[in-house]
């Protein structure tokens, strides 16, 4: 299978790949105690503060550092970025999985790198074994985690434990959210003197509007899942065991089911019209349609519906 140049458009369908089948399932095992399928594959010996790991249909990027509630460190960060790489450019990998080993999913910024900072010192680590050169992005999707929203697939936050501080705008900037249901976020930078970080204003306000993200960052107060998902802040609160067990088979549902040409072409839509006109919408909206009818894809989803059977839809690469 070609391999894609890695510099990138903005969901750009130019990058797709040819089609990937799955293969026979086998009992592997697997830190999260989920069985992983014969073709399974973990990088485990790439990573040093991530778990990473593909099960056709599914990347999982687990932040890994459990003794520190997977506080984030720019080592962390290098590695995240890396491994969100390898998984774009995987035609294996329909959607991508973030979450956290043990209790936590992501505790924010490590507090020893805050209180260097704080003193007015740096903080500086050699993250060139897990470099991704030339990953470029628009503009407006090329901040610290915005990148996110400009992949082609979709990224699933399995929230399976508190989440406080920066780790709220890397969880806001995936497409999807299941939280179990009494894991508490905090977004604190009020409590710490600091600002909405890392473009929080902009996505808060545009998933739960003004007078919420507001009250989220001025009070700082704990958020349960069960009334974040009542505020529409995340798509699902359930018990925490069940959290990521979910978001495995909501990414092996969209496989079986739907194009990923389709996913990635919906999802540039959505991020690239937020602030765009009704008008301008429709008219992107019928140029896609009017391209997408002379696509494989949409002559397979027909045949398959007609015919009464599963679709087989290219994958991206």
């Known amino acids: 299978m070609a391999t894609r140049a890695p510099t990138q458009e903005f969901l750009s369908v130019a ?49 890994n550092r459990p003794q520190s509630l997977n506080a984030w460190t720019q080592r962390m960060a290098a590695e995240f970025r890396h491994a969100i790489y390898q998984a774009e450019h995987d035609p294996a990998v329909v959607g991508i999985i973030v979450t956290g080993a043990g209790r936590a999913f992501c505790a924010g910024a490590d507090m020893r790198n805050l209180t260097t900072l704080s003193a007015g010192g740096s903080v500086e680590t050699d993250n060139a074994d897990v470099a991704v050169a030339e990953w470029e992005f628009p503009e407006d999707f090329s901040g610290a ?63 739960v509007g003004a007078g919420h993200a507001l009250d989220l960052l001025f009070s700082s107060r704990r958020v349960s899942g069960t009334e ?29 089911r739907c194009s990923p040409t389709s996913l990635a072409l919906m999802k540039r839509q959505v991020y690239s019209q937020l602030t765009s006109s009704l008008g301008d919408a429709e008219r992107d909206a019928l140029r896609l349609m009017a391209e997408s009818f002379v696509r494989p894809d949409f002559k397979e989803g027909v045949s398959s519906f007609v015919e009464k059977r599963p679709p087989r839809f290219e994958r991206l690469s």
């Open 15 to 63: 990058q797709l790949g040819a089609p990937r089948h799955s293969e026979p399932e086998s009992i592997l095992s697997r830190p999260d105690g989920l069985a992983l399928g014969a073709g399974a594959q973990h990088y485990g010996d790439m990573y040093k503060e991530i778990l990473y790991s593909v099960d056709d249909p599914v990347a999982t990027v687990t932040l």
């Open 145 to 207: 985690y915005t990148w996110l929203m400009a992949l082609r697939k979709p990224v699933v936050a399995a929230i399976n434990g508190p989440i406080a501080g920066m780790a709220v705008p890397i969880a806001m900037s995936c497409d999807i959210r299941f939280m179990a249901s009494d894991a508490p976020l905090v977004t604190a930078f009020a409590e710490r003197g600091l600002v909405a970080e890392w473009g929080l204003s902009w996505l808060l306000t545009r998933q």
């Open 228 to 256: 974040a998902a009542a505020i529409g802040l995340v798509q699902k609160a359930l018990p925490a065991d069940q959290v990521l067990a979910h978001a495995v088979e909501y990414v092996k549902s969209l496989a079986a």
